[in-house]
């Protein structure tokens, strides 16, 4: 028998005391899951400007004082590159160095379509998402914008909108909308510009109000969600390889996403109406794990993890 954490449910049972169900489906698998809050806030805290800013994304913004480099604007994780886009695509990028210094500008593809998102990664390409549902990435080299690649990321055809773009070490993630009167749950499309091999996921909200990845790695892609434009949102995160959840989801912003950072071993965001918060964010499994046995675990259990990934290792129970 082997456990999962996720099947096409064909029975469940519910303990005693309501804290544990198991779902069983097709062949000899089984899925436990701990009946708990669906929001882990116990490392949220309040943070003030000064500590938002000590991000470099967020300072970088901040920092500049060129008109030229201001405006709706995109920062990289490092704060070393802005991209501002106006009208007809004109597109700038600057460095955010001495107040901002303009390095390319140029209009990108003006017949692609409207605007929606941008972003740029830390050595300077841009990644722009279109009204057509269509994002582009433009490399630069010496002042000019190179050629770009681009990538489809409507679903089945249906007419989306790119809502949001993240780009982190070569890493691209998209936030798309249906325009369906919320009728279908959001997307979120991952790729990688070395694969350019999309893969997607659904969140639990109709709209995406932000998105990041967690750190340089680009392995945990930060997700905003939310279903009202002045009501709550919700931060999840995902595994960028296998698209399944990390934790439980994140709560406190609400209305309008003004900052979504990940910064590594955290996870910073502020809205619209004043809140400022940090989430420390653990990626080690064993409290969760451990909550879900309530109890030590026996050599069997630890063999039988992960497909028995762990069978060639000393017993260690985590949970003891």
């Known amino acids: 028998m082997r456990l999962v954490d996720e099947i096409g449910a064909q029975s469940v049972a519910i303990s005693a005391d309501g804290a544990k169900v198991v779902s069983g489906g097709w062949g000899e698998n089984l899925a436990v899951w701990s009946v708990g809050p669906s929001f882990d806030d116990s490392s949220r805290r309040v943070i003030d400007d000064d500590e938002l800013r000590a991000s470099p994304s967020v300072a970088a913004q901040a ?111 998209a936030g798309i909308g249906f325009a369906d009167g919320g009728q279908t749950p959001a997307r979120v499309v991952v790729w990688s510009l070395a694969r350019m091999e999309p893969t997607s996921f659904a969140i639990d909200q109709h709209a995406v109000a932000g998105v990041a990845l967690l750190d340089d790695q680009a392995s945990v892609v930060v997700v905003a969600g939310r279903d009202d434009t002045a009501g709550p949102v919700t931060v999840q995160l995902w595994d960028a390889a296998s698209r399944r959840r990390v934790g439980r989801a994140l709560s406190g912003l609400s209305g309008g996403v003004t900052a979504l950072v990940g910064d590594g071993a955290a996870v910073l965001g502020a809205d619209s109406v004043g809140h400022a918060y940090s989430w420390d964010i653990d990626r080690d499994p064993t409290r969760d794990v451990c909550a879900m046995s309530g109890r030590p675990l026996t050599t069997a259990e630890w063999d039988s993890f992960a497909d028995g990934a762990l069978d060639r290792y000393r017993f260690d129970d985590p949970c003891d």
């Open 63 to 173: 920092a500049v004082t060129n008109p030229q480099c201001q405006g709706t604007v995109a920062v990289s994780p490092n704060g070393e590159f802005l991209v501002v886009v106006g009208d007809g695509a004109v597109t700038r990028l600057c460095s955010t160095d001495s107040g901002g210094t303009q390095l390319a500008l140029a209009r990108l593809n003006p017949d692609a379509g409207d605007v929606t998102a941008s972003a740029v990664d830390d050595d300077g390409a841009v990644a722009l998402g279109r009204a057509s549902g269509i994002v582009e990435v433009y490399p630069v080299n010496n002042g000019t914008f190179g050629r770009g690649r681009a990538i489809d990321v409507r679903v089945g055809g249906e007419e989306i909108g790119v809502q949001a773009l993240a780009i982190r070490n070569g890493v691209v993630v």
